[in-house]
């Protein structure tokens, strides 16, 4: 069974884990620091950041939502193979799969459905049963989480983080909605226009609370 290597070692690397043994693939869950290792839950492989050879050839993802620490280790290993880790039950529109084939580092979790013309950035989760509609950007380093639905026309920069449940009204074609950099919407709020950079947004309507 090919192996792959997957930095973290709380909750979300485990459910990470479980995208790789779904699609055939033996996880090796790589610690920071032996207290992590020590944490871990389960009967797992598991491998201290510092153990990992030089020349390896293991190839990489990361099981760490979030996305600041996830960029960091990004860019520590740039230079190495890091693959798609997407779960056999998503499912993607005309053409989206190869689009979605092109980038590195991405987490699809069970039930997410794309349809097409989706640009996705390097290193998005798109968390359990999420939905993305037509015409869509997401930048590099976004994640949305379980049950997020957004809407066609929509681009969320990069560093955003989309709660568990949120809906995006959708953009238009000449005009998307823009959900600007690093900012986070609440759980269950529903975004009806676009929101600034750096900033939260809870609600239905979804308003700036900070
Ligand atoms: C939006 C969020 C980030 C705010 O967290 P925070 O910065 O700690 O802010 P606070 O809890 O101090 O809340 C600030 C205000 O927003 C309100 N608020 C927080 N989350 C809200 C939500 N999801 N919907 C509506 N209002 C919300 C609070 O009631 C508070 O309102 P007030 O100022 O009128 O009292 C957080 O509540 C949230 O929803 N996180 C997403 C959780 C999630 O989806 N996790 C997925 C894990 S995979």
Same mark, same amino acid.
């Given at each position: 069974?090919?192996?792959?290597?997957?930095?973290?070692?709380?909750?979300?690397?485990?459910?990470?884990?479980?995208?790789?043994?779904?699609?055939?693939?033996?996880?090796?869950?790589?610690? &920071?620091?032996?207290?992590? /290792?020590?944490?871990?839950?389960?009967?797992?492989?598991?491998?201290?950041?510092?153990?990992?050879?030089?020349?390896?050839?293991?190839?990489?993802?990361?099981?760490?939502?979030?996305?600041?620490?996830?960029?960091?280790?990004?860019?520590? &290993?740039?230079?190495?193979?890091?693959?798609?880790?997407?779960?056999?039950?998503?499912?993607?529109? &005309?053409?989206?799969? $190869?689009?979605?084939?092109?980038?590195?580092?991405?987490?699809?979790?069970?039930?997410?459905?794309?349809?097409?013309?989706?640009?996705?950035?390097?290193?998005?989760?798109? $968390?359990?049963?999420?939905?993305?509609?037509?015409?869509?950007?997401?930048?590099?380093?976004?994640?949305?989480?379980?049950?997020?639905?957004?809407?066609?026309?929509?681009?969320?920069?990069?560093?955003?983080?989309?709660?568990?449940?949120?809906?995006?009204?959708?953009?238009?074609?000449?005009? /998307?909605?823009?959900?600007?950099?690093?900012?986070?919407?609440?759980?269950?709020?529903?975004?009806? /226009?676009?929101?600034?950079? $750096?900033?939260?947004?809870?609600?239905?309507?979804?308003?700036?609370? /900070?």
């Amino acid at each position: 069974m090919n192996k792959v290597g997957i930095f973290g070692c709380a909750g979300f690397a485990r459910e990470c884990a479980d995208i790789a043994y779904a699609m055939g693939l033996h996880p090796i869950l790589i610690a &920071y620091e032996a207290n992590e /290792k020590a944490a871990l839950k389960g009967d797992y492989d598991c491998l201290l950041e510092s153990e990992l050879p030089a020349n390896h050839t293991l190839p990489l993802a990361i099981g760490i939502g979030d996305n600041g620490v996830r960029q960091k280790i990004a860019e520590r &290993y740039f230079e190495q193979e890091f693959i798609n880790l997407i779960h056999p039950s998503a499912t993607f529109g &005309y053409q989206q799969k $190869n689009a979605v084939d092109q980038k590195r580092g991405l987490i699809i979790a069970a039930g997410v459905r794309l349809t097409n013309q989706i640009a996705l950035g390097d290193f998005c989760i798109l $968390n359990l049963n999420a939905t993305i509609g037509h015409d869509c950007i997401l930048d590099a380093f976004v994640n949305v989480a379980p049950g997020a639905n957004i809407s066609g026309n929509v681009h969320i920069q990069s560093g955003c983080w989309i709660g568990t449940n949120a809906a995006i009204n959708q953009g238009s074609e000449s005009a /998307k909605l823009i959900i600007g950099e690093n900012t986070i919407v609440g759980s269950g709020s529903v975004v009806t /226009k676009p929101c600034d950079s $750096n900033a939260v947004y809870a609600g239905v309507p979804a308003v700036r609370k /900070k």
